[in-house]
């Protein structure tokens, strides 16, 4: 269990969206060929599995929501440079304890960067998928780049045998967009893609808000649509 020692981080000073207490809320879905399916775990077990709503049974543990909190303080030694983040694992209001775990955002007058949840446990994907980033000001066309290695453990995970992914971003326009609970939203379109060794791994399309930071994680990765979208802040 993670406790946020409430010790003052000064990486969260400066923090305009992701502020030290709030709690950002999330829903996750998954799609192939236009069904929903859905992550299945067998008694919390390291491998999961995508099944379709008719193959869950009671023994079932399933995950449709995650709570990113934002820690006050910092915790232990960790992620010294950043602001301590934990992600919580939910099937509706269902916790699943035993998923938590800690990461961090950099959050400045230059940029922000979101590290994804990762839980060996159905989350792998979100290593090789671009991780949640923009640089300030946003303007049309803006691009970047960044280059990220994946650790043997990560490897195994999602059966890959590349260790360096190249990410491309692009803000390609600005929408309104309507969230199921949050309602009408102006937003930043970001498009970016992954690759390893020339070869694209997956493909994205992300809406940032200037309020409410990432609000919606489009991401198509081998054959599946995951659907990310916020839920609530509080």
């Known amino acids: 269990m993670f406790i946020d ?33 859905f992550l299945k775990l067998k008694g919390l077990r390291r491998e999961s599995v ?42 509706d209001d269902c916790p699943i304890g035993a998923l938590s775990e800690l990461s961090g955002i950099i959050e400045d007058e230059r940029m922000i960067f979101l590290h994804p949840p990762r839980t060996s446990s159905g989350f792998s994907f979100f290593e090789v998928t671009p991780f949640p980033r923009v640089y300030f000001p946003l303007e049309l066309n803006k691009e970047w780049t960044g280059n990220l290695y994946i650790q043997d453990n990560m490897r195994q995970d999602l059966k890959i045998s590349e260790s360096q992914i190249h990410n491309k971003y692009q803000i390609v326009g600005k929408e309104q967009i309507k ?6 939203m102006d937003c930043f379109v970001i498009h970016c893609k992954s690759l390893a060794n020339g070869k694209i791994v997956s493909s994205c399309k992300y809406y940032f808000n200037e309020k409410f930071g990432f609000v919606k994680l489009d991401i198509d990765y081998r054959g599946r649509k995951i659907m990310v979208e916020l839920k609530e802040v509080k």
């Open 5 to 37: 020692d409430g010790k003052p981080n000064s990486n969260n000073l400066d923090n305009t969206i992701y502020k030290s207490g709030l709690k950002f809320i999330y829903s996750i879905h998954f799609f192939k060929d236009n069904k929903e399916y």
């Open 179 to 184: 969230l199921k609970t949050m309602g009408v």
């Open 50 to 91: 995508f099944v379709q709503n008719k193959d869950i049974d009671d023994d079932t543990v399933v995950i449709n929501k995650f709570i990113l909190t934002v820690f006050k303080g910092t915790y232990k030694s960790i992620l010294q440079d950043q602001t301590i983040i934990k992600y919580d694992y939910y099937y």
